[in-house]
């Protein structure tokens, strides 16, 4: 569980804070719950940055990079990362990129849910390979918001899989009579 001042970028300690330990998004009652947690739990958020856009510097853009190791858990039948895996990866990597933009913005994290997710796989990780998933915002807007994600095989200097992310915050619930 790395501090908030240990994650690289130039993001305040007060936006790092949320991503320090990520168990926290994982738990119900202490205990690791919900689709895919175990590998959840294992992601450490290495870097987080606030950047003017180079494409139209009066916007921003968010980096959010992290890392862990292939394990058996996230294996295919096959030996390599699971297609399934990899979405999640790109889904809630993707996710805390957008959620870190809030918390800069706001103050605090705005949950958002998933619109739409394309993704392309390039090549395979393996038990033990370390990836690393970098996720940059590209368009952070009132009610949608969306991010690019390529995951990194770092022991083998390959793309592994590439995606981009809708959300948008959901419509209220209607009132029942």
Same mark, same amino acid.
């Given at each position: 569980?790395?501090? =908030? #001042?240990?994650? =690289?970028?130039?993001? #305040?300690?007060?936006?790092?804070? =949320? ?5 926290? !998004?994982?738990?119900?009652?202490? $205990? ?16 987080? #940055? ?6 139209? %510097? ?12 292939? @394990? ?21 990597? #993707? ?5 870190? +933009?809030?918390? +800069?913005?706001?103050?605090? %994290?705005?949950?958002?849910?998933? $619109? ?7 090549? %395979? ?10 996720? @940059?915002?590209? =368009? ?11 995951? !990194?095989?770092? @022991? ?22």
């Amino acid at each position: 569980m790395a501090k =908030a #001042s240990e994650i =690289a970028g130039n993001a #305040s300690d007060d936006v790092k804070a =949320a991503f320090r330990d990520l168990s926290m !998004w994982f738990s119900r009652d202490g $205990q690791p719950r919900g689709f895919a947690a175990s590998v959840g739990a294992r992601i450490s958020v290495d870097e987080v #940055s606030i950047l003017k856009k180079a494409e139209e %510097p009066t916007r921003e853009e968010v980096k959010l990079v992290c890392s862990l190791d292939v @394990t058996e858990d996230m294996l295919n039948g096959a030996g390599s990362m699971h297609g399934g895996c990899s979405a999640y990866l790109i889904d809630f990597c #993707s996710s805390m990129a957008l959620s870190a +933009h809030s918390a +800069h913005v706001y103050g605090s %994290p705005v949950f958002m849910v998933s $619109q739409a997710l394309n993704i392309v796989y390039h090549s %395979p990780a393996v038990l033990g390979d370390k990836i690393r998933v970098v996720n @940059t915002s590209i =368009a952070l807007g009132a009610r949608a918001s969306s991010a690019r994600t390529e995951i !990194w095989n770092d @022991t083998h200097h390959r793309l592994v899989a590439s995606g981009v992310h809708i959300k948008m915050q959901p419509s209220a619930p209607k009132t029942k009579l």
